[in-house]
């Protein structure tokens, strides 16, 4: 089992930045693709970026793609979510999610592939 515990959000103006991290415990962690989604207001959970295992490989929605960057440290448990050239459509609760995997390089991005979410953190982002 992994619990995984955000932390980062907070208030930013347009154009700023913000990093998300995403610590996670329990065991095997190399044994999880990682994933970021967001819920807007209003609007159903969405897809963000993802990571493989051994962040050799990774994903991103269109809609952060040039602006966010996800990254993994493997000896510390934790992911990454590198969010640049915020915008006020970014605003949202972002989660962190886990998915077990036998692929190295494979990554995910339905929410119903991830089995462990994080809580969120709130990212708001003021024009």
């Known amino acids: 089992q992994v619990q995984l515990v955000e932390s980062g959000g907070g208030l930013v103006q347009a154009g700023g930045s913000l990093r998300l991290s995403c610590a996670a415990s329990g065991r095997a962690f190399t044994s999880y693709a990682m994933g970021w989604f967001r819920q807007r207001p209003g609007k159903e959970r969405e897809f963000v970026a993802a990571?493989?295992?051994?962040?050799?490989?990774?994903y991103y929605a269109d809609s952060v793609k040039g602006r966010f960057t996800i990254s993994r440290d493997n000896a510390k448990n934790t992911v990454l979510l590198q969010m640049n050239s915020l915008k006020p459509e970014d605003t949202a609760v972002y989660y962190c999610?886990?998915?077990?995997?036998?692929?190295?390089?494979?990554?995910?991005?339905?929410?119903?592939?991830?089995?462990?979410w994080g809580q969120g953190t709130q990212v708001t982002v003021s024009s």
């Open positions: 990571i493989s295992r051994s962040g050799g490989s990774t």
């Open positions: 999610a886990a998915a077990f995997t036998v692929s190295g390089n494979s990554v995910y991005t339905s929410n119903e592939r991830y089995t462990y």
